[in-house]
């Protein structure tokens, strides 16, 4: 019986065209010596730092239960935003998306294949975190459901506003304005400093901010020494950033 070699044009399914491009992002991902030190590096140095120095009010309990939330929330910011923004317009730059837009892989493709790759760093990153938080004496509540669609929401919103910028912006201004927005999140939305110390209507605009919304939302979820409770507000904030960022990058990403 003779084997049938005659071709069969056409492209593969978009989840396998999504899982390939996906490996691929993960593997550029690991090999990158900058992304490793924007992943993890920093979220946990600060951790460590935060924890240990007594540097400002952090409320009742022990300083690890307000830190280490709001350290998960940098490290979906770091791996979900500036990281990926940065990537994506070098990538841009150097003609590796207008190789990819002569594909079958679509803007949407590309846009789940990036996230995908995103949510593997982002588990790993969890997972030494809270290893390290608890070592410090964290003791978070159970009510990990809450975390986790936080998480993923996140997710999705910083991977929109990371591919807004790389998708409409030149290299260089996607690598200023994604550090910029970067240190602004870290010291303005609530993940180190608690929004409690700024006058109440700065507040109430901080607290739209997505790392606000994160940050505040982990440790509601989680508890920080009280009762866990399901963050309901955060989760609306994300959704909106989610679907608007999704809607513009979708309808301005550029892949030249």
Request: glycine residues 10%.
């Given at each position: ?21 996906a ?20 979220p ?5 730092f935060?924890?240990w ?13 307000f830190?280490?939330?709001?350290i998960v ?5 770091s ?43 982002e ?37 929109a ?26 010291l303005l939305?609530?993940?180190?400093v608690?929004?409690?110390v ?45 679907v ?13």
């Open positions: 019986m003779t084997q049938d070699l005659s071709p069969r044009p056409g492209s593969a399914p978009a989840r396998r065209r999504v899982a390939a491009q490996r691929l992002e993960l593997r550029t991902q690991l090999r990158n010596g900058e992304q490793l030190l924007l992943t993890v590096f920093i946990v140095g600060l951790l460590l935060l924890t120095a007594p540097l400002g009010d952090l409320g009742d309990g022990p300083r690890v239960a830190v280490a939330p709001g929330a940098l490290a979906v910011m791996t979900a935003f500036t990281g990926l923004a940065i990537q994506t317009g070098f990538e841009r730059r150097y003609g590796v998306l207008k190789r990819l837009g002569s594909t079958p892989l679509s803007a949407g493709n590309l846009l789940a294949a990036k996230t995908v790759a995103v949510l593997a760093v588990a790993a990153q969890v997972v030494l975190i809270t290893a390290i938080a608890v070592a410090l004496g964290w003791r978070p509540s159970a009510d990990a459901g809450g975390a986790l669609v936080l998480v993923l929401v996140g997710t999705v919103a910083f991977v506003l990371g591919l807004l910028l790389a998708g409409t912006l030149r290299a260089e201004a996607t690598l200023a304005v994604a550090n910029l927005v970067y240190l602004v999140l870290l939305g609530g993940i180190v608690p929004l409690s700024f006058p109440e209507q700065v507040q109430r605009l901080l607290e739209l901010l997505p790392s606000a919304a994160l940050a505040d939302g982990l440790r509601e979820a989680l508890g920080s020494g009280q009762p866990p409770g399901w963050p309901v507000s955060q989760l609306a904030v994300l959704a909106v950033w989610a608007c960022a999704g809607v513009l990058a979708a309808r301005t990403f550029r892949w030249e």
